[in-house]
């Protein structure tokens, strides 16, 4: 007992931050799909390949020394990348087959099963790539 | 083949975009987790409960209303949300393993298995509680 403020002012006031993150996480989360989106109908327009192993590779080593600088777990950071973009790729992959596309093939191997660090290497999955790149 | 740019330069625009996004990403996500240990040093040290259902609705609501305004999947923002907490409780549960708590016994209903939306409902898990709350 060493706080001087009522404990649970302080917890609304922790919790009022918290919300504010997320939203602002939410919020980031939308305009990167934007994004990988513009990304996805780019390869489409030009014929341009859907997987580059190269780009993954640099953007989860960036994300890993970045979060050991916000002294967040890079493990985490790690997870957390993967989980977004196969959560991206299994959204995309939902569209094609509305769309009546059998694209994204190369985007299976880092599908929503395969959600741990490592388990996407090997694919342009950062970019997300939508149906529209078969 | 519509675009007048160069789509090397216009994929090298977009990709320059998700990388600044990521690195948002990865800094607002290591101040969450800054908020919720103090969540879980505060709760410890006034004997709060660590469970509050009522709050962890109050959050998934309010992030999927987020993010149908950002245009964003209402259902990649709770799978999203329940991945983030289900981590952050891993990772406390692992600290409270090595500092030889069996604490966070409540939260491993909502544990890295647990990814799935709605499966960690009944816990309060947004505000992912940490070893200190035993």
Redesign the interface.
Known sequence: ???IAD?AV??QR??A???N????????????????Q??GV??A??G?PASDPN?ERE?IS??RS??LD????PE??H???T??VS?VIR?HNTAAESAGSDAAGAAESAGPDA?GPGASAGSDA??ARGPQES
Request: hydrophobic content about 50%; overall charge negative.
């Open positions: 007992m060493t706080e404990p302080t917890l922790l919790r931050s918290i919300d993150i997320d939203a602002a996480l939410i919020f980031m989360l939308a305009e990167r799909f934007r994004c990988t513009q990304v780019l390869k327009e030009h341009m780009r953007q960036r994300l970045l979060a916000a002294e967040l777990d985490f950071a997870k957390w990348f989980f977004v959560e959204h959600a950062g970019d």
